[in-house]
C-alpha cells in the first residue's frame, strides 16, 4: 500500500524537515474539509546547501497539498505537481540571472485567485535570492495578506539577508534541509540506480553531499570526463601561458556542460510553442498566424539565451567546487590532519600537493579558488575571474 508521505520518499537525509511537513499537510487537509479551528502556515522558506533538495522537498509539499490522500505519489493531482504541469502550481524558475518584477506581479496576481481544480493555489519560486528589490516587493505584498487558499514556497540558500530580504524571512516558516551525508546518498543510489556500493561511495564523496551530482558522476561517463578534466588543472599549471589555457578549457568544459543540459530543453520548448501557434498548419489565416508567432518565437529564445547565461554560470560553478574540493584535501594534508577525502581517487595526488606546497600556500590557493565564485557571482565577467585565480594557483 502506498505511503501517505510517499511523495517525500525520493527525498535524501530529511527526516526532521518530512515530519513537520507532513504535519503541516494534515492541517492543510483538515482546512479543505472544513475545519474551520486549523490554521496552517500560508509563507515557507526551504533554506540549504546547494544539492540538499530545496526545489524537490518544495515540490513534495505542493504535490502532497493538492493529493486527497496528502501525498500518495501516484495520483493526477500528485503526479502533474510533480511534473510541473498541474493547474493551481505555479512555478518561478528564472531565465536569466535574476527574477523581475514584471514576472513576479503577474504570478502573485494568479496566484490570489481561487483554486481551478486543485485544493489549494501554490506559488513555488525556486530561486528566491534572486529576486531583484521590486519583485521582492511585489511578493511581499502578497505574502503579507496572502488569499486564505494560497501557499507561498520559497527556496533559498540561507535565510540571510543577502539571500532573502528580512521582511520576507519574517512572515516564513523557515525549514532548513541540512547537507545529505555520503552514506545516505550512496545509500539512494545503490536503492534506486543500482549502483555498486564502491561507485556510489565515491560519487557521494566527490558531489560533496549534491544528490543531483552524485547521481550525475555515478550514472554519466561524459560528466566522469568533465571532472577529471577540471581535477587536471593544479597539475597543470606550469607557467603564465598555461594559466590562460588552462582557464579556457575551464569555461569551454563549463559550457559543454551547460550546452549538453540546454540543447534538449530549448528544442521541446520550440517544438512546443511552434505546434501551439499552429506550425504547420494549411488551413486559411495559417500563413498569418506564423507571421504573427515570429515574436513570440524571439520572446523565447531571448529567455533561452538568459537561461543559457544562468546554466554555464551554475556549470563554472560545481567545476570551482570541485577544484576548491581538491585544494581542501591538500590543505588537510599539509597540516597532518587525516580527514576522509573529499575527492578519494585524487587522495595521493592531493597529498603530495599539500606537503610539497606547505600550509600558507596550499591555503592562498584555496582562497584563490574561493575568491573566484564570489567573484563569480557579483558578476564579474568569468573569464577575468577564472584567469586571475589560475595565476594564483601557479605562484602559490
Not at 21 to 31: K, Y
Not at 54 to 81: D, K, M, N
Not at 221 to 250: H, I, K, M, N, Q
Not at 371 to 392: F, G, H
Request: some cysteine; aromatic content about 4%.
Amino acid at each position: 500500500m502506498t505511503s501517505p508521505s510517499a511523495v517525500f520518499g525520493g527525498l535524501v537525509g530529511q527526516d526532521e524537515a518530512i515530519k513537520t511537513l507532513e504535519r503541516a499537510v494534515r492541517a492543510a487537509d483538515a482546512i479543505v474539509r472544513g475545519d474551520n479551528g486549523t490554521a496552517m502556515t500560508h509563507a515557507w522558506l526551504f533554506t540549504g546547501p546547494p544539492g540538499a533538495g530545496r526545489s524537490a522537498t518544495a515540490r513534495a509539499f505542493a504535490a502532497a497539498l493538492q493529493c486527497e490522500q496528502r501525498g500518495c505519489g501516484v495520483c493526477q493531482a500528485c503526479h502533474t505537481t510533480l511534473t510541473g504541469t498541474h493547474a493551481d502550481v505555479r512555478f518561478v524558475v528564472p531565465d536569466g540571472l535574476s527574477i523581475g518584477v514584471g514576472e513576479m506581479r503577474a504570478l502573485v496576481l494568479r496566484a490570489a485567485s481561487a483554486p481551478a481544480q486543485g485544493r489549494w493555489q501554490v506559488l513555488l519560486v525556486e530561486d528566491a535570492d534572486r529576486l531583484t528589490e521590486a519583485a521582492g516587493n511585489a511578493l511581499l505584498k502578497a505574502v503579507e495578506e496572502p488569499p486564505p487558499r494560497t501557499v507561498f514556497l520559497l527556496c533559498a540558500p540561507s535565510a540571510h539577508p543577502d539571500d532573502v530580504s528580512v521582511t520576507i524571512r519574517s512572515r516564513c516558516r523557515i525549514v532548513p534541509l541540512t547537507q545529505p551525508s555520503a552514506e545516505a546518498i550512496a545509500a539512494m543510489l545503490g536503492a534506486r540506480e543500482g549502483i555498486d556500493e564502491r561507485t556510489a561511495l565515491w560519487a557521494a564523496a566527490a558531489a560533496q553531499g549534491h544528490v543531483g551530482r552524485a547521481r550525475l558522476l555515478a550514472c554519466d561517463e561524459p560528466s566522469r570526463t568533465r571532472r577529471a578534466a577540471v581535477l587536471a588543472v593544479p597539475r597543470g599549471l606550469t607557467g603564465v601561458g598555461a594559466c590562460f589555457d588552462a582557464a579556457s578549457a575551464l569555461i569551454a568544459t563549463a559550457d559543454a556542460e551547460a550546452a549538453v543540459l540546454a540543447t534538449d530543453t530549448d528544442a521541446k520548448e520550440r517544438a512546443a510553442l511552434e505546434m501551439a501557434l499552429g506550425a504547420g498548419g494549411t488551413g486559411r489565416g495559417a500563413a498569418g498566424a506564423v507571421r504573427g508567432a515570429a515574436g513570440q518565437l524571439k520572446d523565447l529564445e531571448r529567455r533561452q539565451k538568459l537561461r543559457a547565461t544562468r546554466v554555464k554560470r551554475d556549470s563554472l560553478d560545481r567545476a570551482l567546487v570541485d577544484l576548491a574540493g581538491f585544494y581542501r584535501d591538500a590543505l588537510a594534508r599539509a597540516l597532518g590532519a587525516t580527514p576522509d577525502p573529499i575527492h578519494v581517487d585524487l587522495a595521493e595526488q592531493s597529498a603530495q600537493a599539500g606537503q610539497h606546497w606547505g600550509p600558507e600556500s596550499t591555503l592562498r590557493r584555496l582562497e584563490a579558488v574561493l575568491s573566484c565564485r564570489t567573484a563569480i557571482d557579483r558578476n564579474v565577467k568569468p573569464r577575468i575571474a577564472v584567469e586571475a585565480m589560475m595565476l594564483t594557483l601557479w605562484r602559490g
